[in-house]
C-alpha cells in the first residue's frame, strides 16, 4: 500500500484499542526503512473504531483517491471517505456499511478484506470474524455506489461452512484472496490466530449430490437457528439491564 503516492511501500496497521496507523516508507521497496507510525485522523480527530482494528485501503466511492474501511471487535465495518487528495488523505467522519438496509454485523471482529469476487468490475467484500467463518458480500449496485443486500458464510462444496478450524472458536480468521494456481478463478487463504495459513482453492462448479443438499440445508438451518437464538439472548438482556435499572 503506498499511502502517499511516492512509489513506495509503505505500512498500514489497527491496534487494540481501536486507531488506525499508517508507517511511512523512507527507503526502497526491496530495503524499506519504516518512518515512526503517524495516527490517521478523520476530522480533526483520531480515528477510533473501537477495538481491534482491522483496516484496508479501497478506492471506495471511485473518484479515484483511496479510502479507508475497517472492522472492529463490535463486528461492524465503517468506512472512511477521502475528503483530501490521493497522495494526501483526509478522511472525513465513518459511516458504517449497510446490508439489506441496516447496519452490517457480521460477529465479532469483523476483518474486511476488498475484491472483485465474481469478477463483474465491482466491489465486493470478504470478511473475518472470530470463530474463523467467512462472510461473503455481493455489491448489487455500482462501482461507484456499492450496495449490499445481504452478507452470508461461505460454504465448501461438501456443503460445510468455511470455517478456520479452532477448538475454542476464536480463530480470528483473515483473509488473502488471490488466483493461487492460475486457473483463472479466486482461490481464497485464511490465517488464524494459531499463526498457520489455510488454501482454499476455488472449486470448478457447484456439487448437487444428495448428501451434499442435505449438509448445505442442515448447515443453514443450524445457522438461522444460531442468530436467532443470539437475537432473542439480546432482547432477553436488554430487558433483565432494564428491570435492574428500575429497581435501582
Known amino acids: 500500500?503506498?499511502?502517499?503516492?511516492?512509489?513506495?511501500?509503505?505500512?498500514?496497521?489497527?491496534d487494540g484499542v481501536g486507531?488506525?496507523?499508517?508507517?511511512?516508507?523512507?527507503?526502497?521497496?526491496s530495503h524499506p526503512i519504516l518512518f515512526s507510525g503517524k495516527y490517521i485522523r478523520a476530522d480533526g480527530?483520531?480515528?477510533?473504531?473501537?477495538?481491534?482494528?482491522?483496516?484496508?485501503?479501497?478506492?471506495?466511492?471511485?473518484?479515484?483517491?483511496?479510502?479507508?474501511?475497517?472492522?472492529?471487535?463490535?463486528?461492524?465495518?465503517?468506512?472512511?471517505?477521502?475528503?483530501?487528495?490521493d497522495s494526501e488523505p483526509v478522511m472525513e467522519s465513518p459511516y458504517i456499511l449497510k446490508a439489506g438496509g441496516r447496519n452490517?454485523?457480521?460477529?465479532?471482529?469483523?476483518?474486511?478484506?476488498?475484491?472483485?469476487?465474481?469478477?463483474?468490475?465491482?466491489?465486493?467484500?470478504?470478511?473475518?470474524?472470530?470463530?474463523?467463518?467467512?462472510?461473503?458480500?455481493?455489491?448489487?449496485?455500482?462501482?461507484?455506489?456499492?450496495?449490499?443486500?445481504?452478507?452470508?458464510?461461505?460454504?465448501?462444496?461438501?456443503?460445510?461452512?468455511?470455517?478456520?478450524?479452532?477448538?475454542?472458536?476464536e480463530a480470528r480468521s483473515r483473509l488473502f484472496v488471490t488466483d493461487?494456481?492460475?486457473?483463472?478463478?479466486?482461490?481464497?487463504?485464511?490465517?488464524g490466530r494459531d499463526g498457520r495459513v489455510i488454501l482454499y482453492l476455488s472449486a470448478p462448479g457447484p456439487a448437487y449430490s444428495p448428501l451434499v443438499i442435505a449438509d448445505r440445508t442442515w448447515n443453514q438451518l443450524k445457522e438461522t437457528y444460531l442468530k436467532i437464538k443470539s437475537y432473542l439472548r439480546q432482547i432477553a438482556g436488554n430487558y433483565y439491564n432494564k428491570f435492574l435499572k428500575s429497581i435501582r
Not at 479507508?68 to 468506512?79: A, P, Q, W, Y
Not at 493461487?180 to 490465517?191: A, E, F, I, M, R
Open 45 to 85: 480527530a483520531d480515528i477510533d473504531v473501537g477495538e481491534r482494528a482491522t483496516p484496508v485501503v479501497a478506492d471506495w466511492n471511485g473518484d479515484g483517491k483511496k479510502d479507508l474501511l475497517s472492522g472492529s471487535m463490535d463486528g461492524s465495518i465503517r468506512v472512511f471517505l477521502n475528503k483530501g487528495t
Open 180 to 191: 493461487w494456481n492460475n486457473d483463472g478463478l479466486n482461490d481464497l487463504l485464511s490465517g
Open 19 to 29: 486507531r488506525l496507523l499508517v508507517f511511512l516508507n523512507t527507503n526502497t521497496n
Open 1 to 14: 500500500m503506498d499511502w502517499n503516492n511516492d512509489g513506495r511501500h509503505d505500512l498500514l496497521i489497527g
Open 104 to 169: 452490517l454485523n457480521i460477529g465479532s471482529r469483523s476483518a474486511p478484506r476488498v475484491y472483485d469476487w465474481n469478477r463483474d468490475r465491482l466491489k465486493d467484500i470478504v470478511a473475518g470474524e472470530m470463530e474463523g467463518h467467512v462472510y461473503l458480500m455481493i455489491n448489487t449496485g455500482t462501482d461507484n455506489k456499492p450496495v449490499f443486500e445481504k452478507a452470508g458464510k461461505l460454504f465448501l462444496r461438501d456443503g460445510n461452512v468455511v470455517r478456520y478450524p479452532d477448538q475454542d472458536n
